[in-house]
């Protein structure tokens, strides 16, 4: 079945398309890291089920079902992996201080001194990739990247329609905020001398 053709207004279909380009190479040099930052991830673990781990160590406690909405995840998945987490000693469960019925999912301390531990490396890696960037060029590309993820945060609930239907109209202007959401996806060095995936 052939996709007919749609051309977006106020965004030039050139640039679109080169970010798209180096959105998808991005993806993949992601994922290279990720396999390679992997073999320090104990063998019990998934990388996925780690990868909730550091949202606990960057963001605090949190029910299950929250965990599952931020790292954008199915519920079923979330509770596998964190099964596998609570086995390692990594993460534990304890009643909700706001509701003594819920159940509240936190880092314990070997799983935060092991997410610092890789975290560290992964921004150590990082570092020397990009140890010929200007802090000014580097500064430029954080608010950037900032600003891209916020906008496709926004736009998440319309990705199926966009792709289905070409005349959905563009984003708002000024998309709102996510309520505290932090950028960045790993613990922070500034706080942690740290960060990963």
């Known amino acids: 079945m052939s996709i007919p053709a749609h051309r977006d207004p106020g965004l030039e279909a050139g640039l679109v398309a080169a970010l798209n380009n ?24 998934d990388t996925a089920a780690f990868s909730l781990l550091f949202t606990l160590v960057r963001c605090g ?5 929250e965990l599952a ?37 936190v880092a314990t301390d070997e799983g935060t001194a092991l997410a610092h531990e890789i975290g560290r490396r992964r921004q150590s890696m990082i570092a020397k990739a990009l140890s010929r960037w200007a802090p000014e060029d580097l500064q430029h590309l954080v608010t950037l990247l900032a600003r891209l993820n916020d906008d496709l945060d926004a736009f998440r609930p319309h ?12 984003a708002p202007a ?7 959401r932090p950028h960045n996806d790993f613990p922070d060095q500034r706080h942690h001398d740290q960060e990963s995936s």
């Open 69 to 105: 909405e931020q790292a954008l995840l199915d519920p079923s998945t979330v509770s596998r992996h964190v099964a596998q987490l609570a086995r390692a000693g990594y993460v534990q469960r304890r009643p909700d201080p706001q509701d003594g019925r819920a159940v509240q999912l």
């Open 174 to 180: 000024e998309p709102p905020a996510a309520p505290g």
């Open 22 to 45: 180096e959105l998808a190479r991005h993806s993949r040099l992601l994922h290279a890291m990720k396999s390679q930052m992997a073999t320090l991830v104990p063998e019990d673990l």
């Open 159 to 170: 990705f199926v329609r966009a792709l289905v239907d070409p005349a959905l109209p563009d």
């Open 61 to 65: 406690p949190k029910r299950q079902g």
